[in-house]
């Protein structure tokens, strides 16, 4: 795409200081283009233009109107499938496979699932006596969206559009690591009819840019996916302001191998479980839990797995695993690396670099650890997968749920009881049994502990980004 622009009330914009940043390709290390390194000012702009959208045309559609709208945002997305992966895979160093087959369908999914969940909604009316209560919802106002570089497009849809069916203007800040698909989605939004100021885009560093958006008077909600350390400069910023606040954050997420499992079908599942997107999602199961009466027969087969996965350029459609995001993140995987070896761990395959020019690097499995070990306690957002085994349901659950972070886990068992009884007692916001990222759009989406605040998806989405009214009426 070359050199990028912020999108404020529709019009291309480059920084007020004139600042840029370089978007780089982690798969080549050779930069693709500029960004603009957005300040303050830059977001006194945006916010601006979002607040008078409110009180133009935008402030008066009815929700039908506004469903209209994100399925022609949902058809433009799927009308031009390509050039937004290629986009993604470029930003991210993702095989361009990935980005085809789930990235861009699941933005083009969550568009369409919000503009039915909008006409679909339901609000309360109760008749108590002489009078009758009913719920209204009304947007928030200003929103701000602030998405990660793991999962561009697929996270960014899944926030504006639900904020955008309830009627709020949004100003959003990508990653300024993969800033592509969130202008290309803003200018798309432009063409299909969007009034000018619904939708924004601000591109920048987080101190520089998405702090002052955090913190602005103007913005009535904040929903952030990231880190847990900036999410607690999030909160800092957002709470004593009394913002709206949705907070998805890191994940330590444990899977659960039972020695009644399905061992064909348990070792595809925790190989794609462990390291989908180089291991750079959220729910990626980092920590494999394998029962001791299987542990000698299960950890071959699963390293023989993946050390059979090709790690390679993101065009290539036999690539599982592309390039991380950048080289400074690749660098922070293998002090990991290196961290679990002086822990006492073996690296049992992986954790070294093909020769290949970007920042690549093969999965590595690491076993002898300790569960209170650094390597197999802290969030390290790359191919790197612990290894450790349990005895019985009691120390599995232990094992789980000794870790600061409560995102999700997955359970492989055949036995019903114990897939019911092990994941309730499991302190996470999902787990999945016998499969993984299996997605329904309605359930709701979150963690506990340090893994976040607040739930998204289906109606959980619709209320955070509106305030409910009662209405009483006197009647008689």
Known sequence: MGDLSNVISGERVSALSGATLANTDPATNTEIGRIPRSAAADVDAAVSAAKAALAGPWGRTTAEERAALLDRIADGIEARLDDFARAESRDTGKPLWLARKVDIPRAVANFRFFAGAVRHDETGSQRTGSAINYTVRKPLGVVALITPWNLPLYLLSWKTAPALAMGNTVVAKPSEMTPSTATMMAELMVEVGLPPGVFNVIHGLGPEAGGPLVGHEDVAAVSFTGGTATGRIVARTAAPMFKKLSLELGGKNATIVFDDCDLERTLDGVVRAAFLNQGQICLCGSRLLVQRSIYDRFVPAF??????????????????????????????????????????????????????????????????????????????????????????????????????????????????????????????????????????????????????????????????????????????
Request: proline share 5%.
């Open 303 to 476: 390293i023989e797995k993946v050390r059979a996965l090709k790690v390679g350029p993101p065009a290539e459609p036999d690539s599982f695993l592309g390039a991380l995001v950048s080289e400074a993140h690749r660098d922070k995987v293998e002090g990991y690396v290196r961290l679990a070896r002086e822990e006492g761990g073996t690296i049992a395959c992986g954790g070294d670099r093909p020769d290949l020019p970007g920042a690549f690097l093969r999965p590595a499995v690491v076993t002898g650890l300790t569960t209170d070990a650094r390597t197999a306690c802290e969030e390290i957002f790359g191919p790197v997968v612990t290894v450790h085994p349990f005895d019985d349901e009691e120390d599995a659950i232990r094992m789980a749920n000794s870790v600061q972070y409560g995102l999700a886990a997955s359970v492989w068992t055949e036995n019903l009881r114990r897939a019911h009884t092990v994941s309730e007692r499991l302190d996470t916001g999902m787990v999945w049994v016998n499969c993984w990222l299996l997605r329904d759009l309605r359930v709701p989406f979150g963690g506990v502990k340090d893994s976040g605040v607040g739930r998204e998806g289906g109606h959980h989405s619709l209320e955070f980004f509106s305030d409910a009214q009662n209405i009483c009426i006197q009647l008689g």
